[in-house]
């Protein structure tokens, strides 16, 4: 008997764990940039979809350095620290949200969830909600966020790119998460924010407390609609 496998699919027509390969193969087949991978289990697929990334040996040790380089940049003198984390349980499904603000000695959380959505509208959630938290704030901002679709997406100018093309990517398909992207950009125009990347379930105590806030948020009844999903 052939064993079973469960399909991640980072970058599709619609995101998420997979266990049959037919159901997968619809969501990137023809879809240009598709990004997906298989794995013997769940938890392993999920955690590749926090941080999508193929290994290949001749730059394996290249991509940890980098990866080491931009956590242990130094954080500027008075700066508001923030850590974030969000997914959603099988994805789509139930999820939630979890925020750590760090300012000066002063630490406090948030989190919250919606009954059906997906792992990167609550990795962007939590960002958003963040960024509402600390609105007027003169202080730089330092963000850390386990999800290369979000920090990427800013760090790296594809949300505005693809706000300039009418939310179209390079390859004219629909950039998803658009309401979510365009509220984002939106709340950056006033303030000093630097999107940071860290490695998920690598140890680092405010990331766990972040995920543990958002899968503890994602279990809680009578969640709220997330209408910028279920409207779609």
Same mark, same amino acid.
Request: aromatic residues 10%.
């Given at each position: 008997?052939?064993?079973?496998?469960?399909?991640?699919?980072?970058?599709?027509?619609?995101?998420?764990?997979?266990? &049959?390969?037919?159901?997968?193969?619809? $969501?990137?087949?023809?879809?240009?940039?598709?990004?997906?991978?298989?794995?013997?289990?769940?938890?392993?697929?999920?955690?590749?979809? =926090? &941080?999508?990334?193929?290994?290949?040996?001749?730059?394996?040790?290249?991509?940890?350095? $980098?990866?080491?380089?931009? $956590?242990?940049?130094?954080?500027?003198?008075?700066?508001?620290?923030?850590?974030?984390?969000?997914?959603?349980?099988?994805?789509?499904?139930?999820?939630?949200?979890?925020?750590?603000?760090?300012?000066?000695?002063?630490?406090?959380?948030?989190?919250?969830?919606?009954?059906?959505?997906?792992?990167?509208?609550?990795?962007?959630?939590?960002?958003?909600?963040?960024?509402? *938290?600390?609105?007027?704030?003169?202080?730089?901002?330092?963000?850390?966020?386990?999800?290369?679709?979000?920090?990427?997406?800013?760090?790296?100018?594809?949300?505005?790119?693809?706000?300039?093309?009418?939310?179209? =990517?390079?390859?004219?398909?629909?950039?998803?998460?658009?309401?979510?992207?365009?509220?984002?950009?939106?709340?950056?125009?006033?303030?000093?924010?630097?999107?940071?990347?860290?490695?998920?379930?690598?140890?680092?105590?405010?990331? *766990?407390?972040? &995920?543990?806030?958002?899968?503890?948020?994602?279990? $809680?009844?009578?969640?709220?609609?997330?209408?910028?999903? *279920?409207?779609?």
């Amino acid at each position: 008997m052939a064993k079973k496998k469960y399909y991640a699919v980072a970058d599709g027509r619609q995101t998420g764990v997979y266990t &049959d390969w037919p159901t997968a193969e619809k $969501q990137v087949k023809g879809y240009g940039g598709a990004k997906f991978k298989s794995f013997p289990t769940r938890d392993e697929a999920e955690s590749w979809l =926090k &941080d999508p990334q193929y290994s290949r040996k001749n730059n394996s040790e290249k991509v940890k350095k $980098q990866a080491a380089g931009r $956590q242990a940049a130094p954080v500027p003198p008075g700066s508001i620290v923030i850590y974030t984390d969000g997914g959603a349980i099988n994805n789509p499904g139930p999820g939630g949200y979890g925020i750590i603000i760090c300012d000066g000695a002063q630490k406090h959380e948030l989190s919250g969830g919606f009954r059906m959505t997906t792992n990167n509208r609550m990795e962007m959630t939590a960002a958003i909600r963040a960024l509402r *938290e600390v609105k007027g704030t003169t202080k730089q901002i330092v963000l850390y966020s386990d999800s290369s679709y979000l920090v990427n997406g800013i760090e790296k100018g594809w949300a505005r790119k693809w706000q300039a093309n009418g939310w179209r =990517k390079a390859d004219k398909s629909a950039a998803l998460n658009s309401d979510l992207w365009a509220e984002l950009l939106e709340l950056m125009q006033d303030i000093r924010v630097e999107f940071r990347w860290v490695k998920g379930h690598a140890g680092n105590e405010l990331n *766990e407390r972040c &995920d543990k806030l958002a899968v503890s948020s994602a279990r $809680q009844p009578g969640l709220p609609i997330d209408h910028g999903y *279920e409207a779609k």
